[in-house]
């Protein structure tokens, strides 16, 4: 990577409000991102010590409490600094480049993953006899695995696309974390192909996995809807709801933002909360309360804590 670059720091400007709510906004982000880490940790805990929990869905589960739990602490902190420096939080270079990296990585992994989970639930629902020799725990390991891959290259795509550019003006990235149609508006190069690029490669990547997604779910109802006993067809579709409720709400900010003509930047940051700070807690939220057998699992967990402590 090239890197012309006289600028050796960045400021991060953070979200768009009034001074005096810098103090509400530090407590409510603070525990969400809490919340975050301590729900997603509790799924990732749960799913390994409870063997009923030891199937496909919920190894593609605990992937993706890992993905949420670091995805959020690669925003959420910066945007926490923000708030409590008037001036902005800064950032050096190399730290704004590993956050971008991060940042990418983290999230087109997420964006893998979740397709992988739907080619899951179809499996299940529409091949119920044959799911289980299909999805081996070697053919999980090798889905994940190539989920993790496909992210890392992705990245790095985005990463060396922004940051071989030269800057060598203004400095104040109007964000709460280091992405890469903020930080092109301060290179002192043109950046239109760079910007086509990236939004081609964000399109295909993003637009692919939401087609396929779709795509699998149409043949899960249509699968659904062959199931003659009423009872049996709400099981399924409960299967599937809290996958879709988490999908739609990590879909639909990231290609508001990247996938449509011109950007507003105040606009951009707002909507960015949504899948960098309430996307992550929603996993361990949904996953939980939707989802009998990992409630199951928690009650177990709990029993077993305080039968341990009362010994």
Known sequence: MTNMSLVTTFILTGLPHSPELDTLLFGIFLVIYALTVVGNLLILLVITVDPHLHTPMYYFLSNLSFIDMWFSTVT?????????????????????????????FLGS???????????????????PLRYASVM???????????????????SAVQTTLTF?????????????????????????????????????????????????????YISIIHSILKIRTSEGRWRAFQT???????????????????????????????????????????????????????KKALLTLKDKVAYSQSK
């Open 240 to 294: 599937c709801a809290s996958h879709c409720t988490v999908v739609l709400c990590f879909f639909g900010p990231g290609v508001f933002i990247y996938l449509r003509p011109g950007s507003k930047e105040a606009m951009d940051r707002i909507v960015a909360v949504f899948y960098t700070v309430m996307t992550p807690l929603l996993n361990p939220v949904v996953y939980t309360l939707r989802n009998k057998e990992v």
């Open 164 to 216: 071989h550019l030269p800057f060598c003006g203004p400095n104040q990235i109007q964000h709460y974390f280091c992405d890469a149609p903020p930080i092109l508006k301060l290179t002192c190069a043109d950046t239109s192909a760079n910007e086509v690029v990236i939004f081609v490669n964000i399109g295909v990547v993003a637009l692919g996995c939401f087609f396929l997604i779709v795509l699998s």
């Open 76 to 104: 959420v902190p910066k945007m926490l600094m923000t708030l409590v420096s008037p001036e902005g939080s800064p950032i050096s270079f190399p730290g704004c480049v590993a956050q971008l990296y991060s940042f990418h």
């Open 136 to 154: 081996s725990g070697r053919t999980c390991a090798l889905l994940a695995t190539t989920t993790w891959l496909s992210g890392s290259l992705h």
């Open 109 to 127: 992994t997420e964006c893998f993953l979740y397709t992988v989970m739907s080619y899951d639930r179809f499996l299940a629902v529409s091949y």
